[in-house]
């Protein structure tokens, strides 16, 4: 074994150590108050329940993040929480206000000045700058309802190194109408 591993060092070969990249669309807001403007709308009931079953699904697949950054309206703030607490999340949430109807460049360029002691972080955020942060990281062209996340892997091992221009692998997309 120590010759597999010296051989390889001397082949100058490195282990890559890839990026995961979790996007999250809220849950599902409510409709019921009409006088609160769209960034003060909260979660539904729906969207109580699915925010917790999307975190305990991060738990069983062993992909809880390090650090959620979620944009600073009401109900991305609250999908947060309750991610952050039906997993077994150890980090901090950072609340963006650019997040708020974000496009994927205002992602990247705030994934660009993460640590890369973080292996795995979460954004949280709207429509349509989730599904074309899929989109153009992944080639996939995906619906994104309410709740889903998108597990992209990236082929990175410094979040300075990602752009538009990342071709990342996606590894799943959950939705919680498929638990």
């Not at 703030?77 to 994927?104: C, K, N, R, V």
């Not at 989109?135 to 996939?140: H, K, M, Q, R, S």
Request: glycine share 4%; charged share 25%.
């Amino acid at each position: 074994m120590g010759r597999s591993l010296q051989s390889a060092s001397s082949q100058n070969t490195s282990i890559f150590i890839m990026k995961t990249l979790l996007v999250m669309r809220h849950a599902k807001s409510s409709w019921s108050n009409d006088s609160l403007s769209d960034h003060e709308r909260p979660l539904n009931e729906r969207g109580l329940r699915d925010a917790p079953r999307m975190g305990a699904l991060l738990n069983d697949e062993e992909c809880v993040p390090q650090k959620i950054i979620s944009s600073t309206a009401k109900r991305a703030m609250m999908t947060s929480e309750q991610i952050m607490l039906s997993t077994h999340f150890e980090g901090e949430i950072e609340y963006e206000s650019d997040f708020y109807l974000a496009s994927p460049e205002t992602y990247i360029l705030k994934c660009q000045q993460l640590d890369d002691a973080i292996d795995i972080v979460m954004v949280v955020g709207h429509n349509p700058g989730m599904e074309a942060l899929v989109e153009d990281l992944t080639g996939a062209r995906r619906i994104f309802t309410t709740a889903n996340i998108a597990q992209i892997q990236l082929s990175i091992d410094s979040w300075s190194k990602l752009s538009i221009a990342s071709k990342g692998q996606l590894q799943n997309l959950w939705r919680p109408k498929e638990l």
